[in-house]
């Protein structure tokens, strides 16, 4: 049970070029967040999903797009990546939303750097 | 006014010692409230849920105070191990529904 997984953990990008990671959970989880975690900003969220085929924009998700074609895997796109997207990303998942006192189980974080 | 706000630190403690950690929110009608755990270049992983009587786990007691919209982590017996960033996490409100609000956390460093 590898429980949420993220690739690539590293990437350096060019101004304008694009990217897309992957997250992927063995949970059989219906909610999966993307968020990234910037130094004295905390994790803001970007976008998340309720369920297979559903996406909604979170915080700060001006940059990104998303999809959620299967339920174990959740996609987050750089069209033209910029150094200000230049953070740790997390991806993490639940059984159940968060007002239901459920915990989110993170992945391991992607270090992206946009030169 | 922030959302949900802490104490940067360090909190820079023996080991041992007793260190306590508040967190405030914006939002009465919030709904759930954790602490999570992150460790330098890692990923956040949930310490404790907090309960509105309070609950304890080992060393470890968080409480939740709804008048005065706050939530605590308290740690006794101070371990090395315990050196960490602690991330106080609460689902603000209803509408919000599946979305959690961190705190920009609060770093420990506990020193033999």
């Known amino acids: 049970n590898a429980g949420v997984t993220q690739t690539p953990k590293f990437r350096v990008l060019k101004t304008g070029q694009s990217m897309t990671l992957l997250c992927a959970q063995d949970m059989n989880h219906e909610y999966m967040y993307w968020y990234r975690q910037d130094p004295g900003m905390g994790l803001r969220l970007i976008h998340y999903?309720?369920?297979?085929?559903?996406?909604a924009k979170g915080e700060v998700p001006d940059g990104y797009n998303v999809s959620r074609l299967k339920k174990q895997n959740f996609l987050l796109g750089l069209e033209s990546a910029a150094p200000s997207q230049t953070s740790v990303y997390f991806c993490a998942s639940s059984s159940s939303g968060a007002a239901t006192q459920e915990t989110q189980y993170f992945g391991p974080g992607t270090r992206l750097l946009v030169l | 006014r922030k959302e949900v706000e802490q104490d940067p630190g360090p909190f820079n403690v023996p080991e041992g010692a007793t260190v306590a950690f508040n967190c405030t929110y914006s939002?009465?009608?919030?709904?759930?409230f954790f602490w999570y755990r992150q460790d330098c270049r890692k990923e956040p992983k949930l310490l404790m849920s907090v309960y509105s009587s309070g609950n304890e786990d080992g060393r470890f007691t968080a409480q939740l105070n709804r008048a005065s919209q706050y939530i605590s982590l308290l740690i006794r017996d101070s371990k090395l191990s315990d050196s960490a960033t602690y991330l106080c996490?609460?689902?603000?409100?209803?509408?919000?529904?599946?979305?959690?609000?961190f705190g920009t956390g609060t770093r420990l460093a506990v020193r033999p």
């Open positions: 939002n009465s009608a919030s709904q759930s």
């Open positions: 999903s309720v369920g297979e085929g559903t996406t």
């Open positions: 996490v609460v689902n603000l409100e209803k509408s919000s529904g599946d979305k959690l609000t």
